[in-house]
């Protein structure tokens, strides 16, 4: 069982920087991903990063903005995000892919899901 929580969120203005973070209780020997959930809308995906090697997907609204990172010394997930849109408010869920390698970008592929932690952004 790996527990993820994630920080970072909060009330920021259009153009502003937030970092998220997910720490997890153990080892993710996983591919890890950031989904969010707007309100009225469905969990979408934002970002993967590859267990090694450091290869990484981005859903294309977030692509160039947003940055996904991890250090798997600390067993932390990171998400950079810049130039801030009001379409970015939502709810981000950290998540443990059940593969390697692939860059899963659908939820039912994640195993594990933190709860969540709220991004608002101003306009």
């Known amino acids: 069982q790996v527990q993820l929580v994630e920080s970072g969120g909060g009330l920021v203005q259009a153009g502003d920087s937030l970092r998220l973070s997910c720490a997890a209780s153990?080892?993710?020997?996983?591919?890890m991903a950031w989904f969010r959930q707007a309100p009225g809308k469905e969990r979408e995906f934002v970002a993967t990063i590859s267990w090694i090697g450091g290869y990484t997907r981005y859903a294309d609204s977030v692509k160039g903005r947003f940055t996904i990172s991890r250090d798997n010394g600390k067993n932390m997930v990171y998400l950079q995000m810049n130039s801030l849109k009001s379409e970015d408010t939502a709810v981000y869920y950290c998540a443990r892919s059940s593969s390697r390698g692939r860059l899963a970008s659908f939820d039912y592929e994640h195993t594990y899901w933190g709860q969540g932690t709220q991004v608002t952004v101003s306009s």
């Open positions: 153990a080892h993710t020997f996983a591919d």
